[in-house]
């Protein structure tokens, strides 16, 4: 098992090579899962992060505003009972500080940090083909050699800024959503600039719009926006979710999203269009993502269907904002509802209607430049005191792509992956033998998938251990059909038309392609579950 601490910093110095069975890159939510599980295969294992706190994506965008759009029921992981019982949600949609508080309660109750190792960014993985071993390298020089290597990085981790011409001449202060500083930021009677108007910048900037002095919002494509409608937990529902937890995660695990929602079996257009609007109002008025995954089933499919309900939307936008120009610039025009993620708000247009804000489009007076002073788009310059990038991520692949990773022969996942991901089933990429991607990579709401990829992960290298395999990859043959497939599904939704990271294209020279994988996450679960029974069916077991 793993050393102490202290050791570890006596053999990092020595630049000694630490030797475990599996390695674990990242302390989110999967990757806690991972070094749970692995544990109880009586193994070798070491869990790495680049942070100085576990939690991933919560120990990162601690941001203001940042919070679940997932109900919090449905978030925490399902695998403890004990774990259920004992953690009380506050919040209907938790706020960053207490998710990370949960993760952090997570690794001591489970006693997980012995076997974890922080502050470690992973800079390279060469596979040793001759011993079966991957040798890794730290920014901090420290090395280690294991047999498996599991990257559990997350899909939105690595950070997007755009390449501004002059981004580091600003004499004022940067920052971006992702990296949020743990100190407190005072943003108290500053001049701020956001860039971006996506999920992170909509939860920021309705929580910062009182505080600051003056704050200029850089739009390039408005969202359409649907209300959260958090609450605080009671007692009462708290009681209710321990009393259920069976039957929520139960019901999360045989929807297509894994939320507790189901879309309406109806056509669109077939119901009567005082029915549909009867339908949007009272969905509008629930919380969370109903507005999107309990509507008619296809709005996701059906142009005519989804511009129906976009249109409900528009006017619900239009209703809130005071000004008409401002509002028709915050109205989407140009994609469909869903085909960008559908950013949960809670008071995000009534922020537009404040003296102190201002909205520039800059489809309209584009950014030309950061300048020392602030921003200058086509038309002027505006002075800023901060400039906070909420610019989002080089999704799925970006957190791989970024480390120098060396399959068999000196093949580099960044040319294997260069046309977007070449995995077998989301897990492994041929020619990169005991290396699996502990990603959610379905559209689903993340711990209920995270659960079943490491739970999936866990059994397979039980097996092997049984059947005294030491190897195991995909064959191209069957990671070339699971492309095919996955790039068949892509082509029945219409996200394809749209930029966003689903598509990788808000990452200048990223090719197009969908990132994740567009089937119901049960079919999904189901697939994994019968390649497994089938004895790891397409996989190479050697
Ligand atoms: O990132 P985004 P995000 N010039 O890529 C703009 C999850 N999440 O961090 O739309 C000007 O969505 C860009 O403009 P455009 C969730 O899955 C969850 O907000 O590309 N603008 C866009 O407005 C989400 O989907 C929660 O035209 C530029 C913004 O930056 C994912 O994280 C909360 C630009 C980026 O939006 C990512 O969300 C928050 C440029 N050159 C996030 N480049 C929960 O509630 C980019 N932009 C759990």
């Known amino acids: 098992m793993g050393t102490s601490l202290q050791q570890d910093a006596t053999v990092a110095s020595r630049g000694a090579v630490e030797q475990y069975d599996a390695i674990i890159i990242g302390a989110g939510v999967t990757g806690l899962y991972q070094l749970y599980r692995l544990r109880q295969l009586g193994i070798s294992v070491r869990l790495f992060d680049d942070g100085d706190g576990v939690g991933g994506t919560w120990y990162w965008n601690r941001y203001p505003g940042c919070r679940f759009d997932s109900e919090s029921e449905t978030y925490g992981y399902s695998f403890s009972n004990e774990l259920l019982q004992e953690w009380d949600w506050k919040e209907h949609y938790s706020g960053q500080p207490e998710n990370e508080r949960y993760l952090n309660y997570v690794a001591d109750k489970f006693k997980l940090r012995p076997d974890i190792q922080l502050k470690s960014r992973l800079t390279s993985a060469v596979y040793d083909e001759s011993a079966n071993r991957w040798d890794l390298k730290f920014e901090d020089g420290r090395r280690a050699r294991t047999q498996y290597l599991i990257g559990a990085v997350g899909i939105l981790s690595a950070r997007f800024t755009p390449p501004f011409e002059g981004v580091e001449s600003f004499k004022g202060r940067s920052l971006h959503t992702g990296t949020w500083p743990k100190e407190p930021v005072n943003l108290a009677g500053k001049r701020v600039a956001v860039i971006g108007t996506g999920p ?63 879309f309406d079996p109806r056509k669109t257009l077939e119901v009567p269009r005082e029915e549909r609007l009867a339908l949007y109002e009272k969905l509008w008025a629930m919380p969370g993502f109903s507005k999107w995954l309990g509507n008619f089933h296809d709005i996701m499919s ?77 038309d002027q310059e505006y002075e800023f005191d901060i400039i906070i990038y909420a610019t989002g991520f080089d999704a799925v692949s970006g957190a791989l792509t970024r480390i120098d990773i060396r399959g068999q022969g000196g093949r580099t996942f960044k040319d294997t992956w260069a046309d977007g991901p070449r995995t077998y089933l989301g897990i492994q990429t041929a020619g990169f033998p005991n290396f699996f991607i502990a990603t959610n990579s379905a559209f689903c709401n993340y711990p209920v998938c995270a659960e079943m990829i490491v739970e999936w992960i866990t059994d397979c290298l039980r097996y092997m251990s049984e059947k005294g395999f030491k190897r195991i990859a995909p064959t191209p043959h069957a990671e070339q059909a699971w492309v095919e497939h996955a790039a068949e599904l892509a082509s029945h939704t219409f996200l394809s038309g749209t930029s966003s990271w689903f598509m990788g294209t808000n990452i200048p020279g990223k090719k197009p392609a969908l990132l994740l994988y567009a089937n119901s996450a049960p079919n999904y679960r189901n697939k994994c579950k019968e390649v497994a029974a089938n004895g790891y069916e397409g996989f190479v077991l050697e």
């Open 302 to 378: 059906n142009r005519e269907a989804n511009e129906d309900f976009a249109e409900f939307v528009r006017d619900k936008i239009r209703a809130r904002v005071k000004d008409p120009a401002v509002a028709e610039k915050l109205v989407p025009k140009d994609h469909p509802f869903g085909s960008k993620r559908v950013p949960l708000e809670s008071g995000y247009f009534e922020q537009f209607n404040r003296d102190n804000v201002l909205l520039v489009d800059v489809r309209e007076t584009p950014i030309e430049r950061v300048t020392p002073k602030g921003i200058k788009t086509s």
């Open 200 to 262: 992170t910048a909509v939860q920021l900037i309705t929580e910062i719009a009182k505080e600051v002095g003056h704050l200029t919002v850089f739009q390039r494509t408005p969202n359409y926006c649907a209300p959260l409608r958090n609450a605080p937990v009671t007692a009462e529902t708290q009681q209710r979710f321990k009393d259920t937890y069976h039957e929520i995660h139960q019901r999360i695990r045989e929807t297509p999203a894994g939320f507790a929602y189901d």
